[in-house]
Nanobody
């Protein structure tokens, strides 16, 4: 069993930055592929970024060049640095772990989820 707890969300003006954190307990994060997803009101949960256990990363086109995913294995924590934020980035952000089967960009492919943290970007 893995527990994930996100933090770092908040209200920020367009062009600003936030750093989200996801702390994993129950098992070290270093052995897990970790992903970030987001869900805006009335929309489906969408892929944002992934960091594989090897350290490789990949991003959705909508955030490429603005967001950076990273991990600190000593702290069992994965981060999402978000720069140049836009109003369309407003959503609840979730971290997920244990890519079990299927495609990495599909939410249903992950086993464990955090409770989410709200990010609101004002124009």
């Amino acid at each position: 069993q893995v527990q994930l707890v996100e933090s770092g969300g908040g209200l920020v003006q367009a062009g600003g930055s936030l750093r989200l954190s996801c702390v994993a307990s129950g098992r070290t994060a270093r052995s897990s592929t970790m992903g970030w997803f987001r869900q805006a009101p009335g929309k489906e949960r969408e892929f944002v970024a992934i960091i594989w256990s090897s350290g490789g990363t990949y991003y959705a086109d909508s955030v490429k060049g603005r967001f950076t995913i990273s991990r600190d294995n000593a702290k069992n924590t994965v981060y999402l640095q978000m720069n140049s934020l836009k109003p369309e980035d407003t959503a609840v952000y979730y971290c997920a772990s244990d890519l079990s089967r299927g495609n990495y960009y599909v939410a249903g492919s992950y086993v464990y989820w955090g409770q989410g943290t709200q990010v609101t970007v004002s124009s």
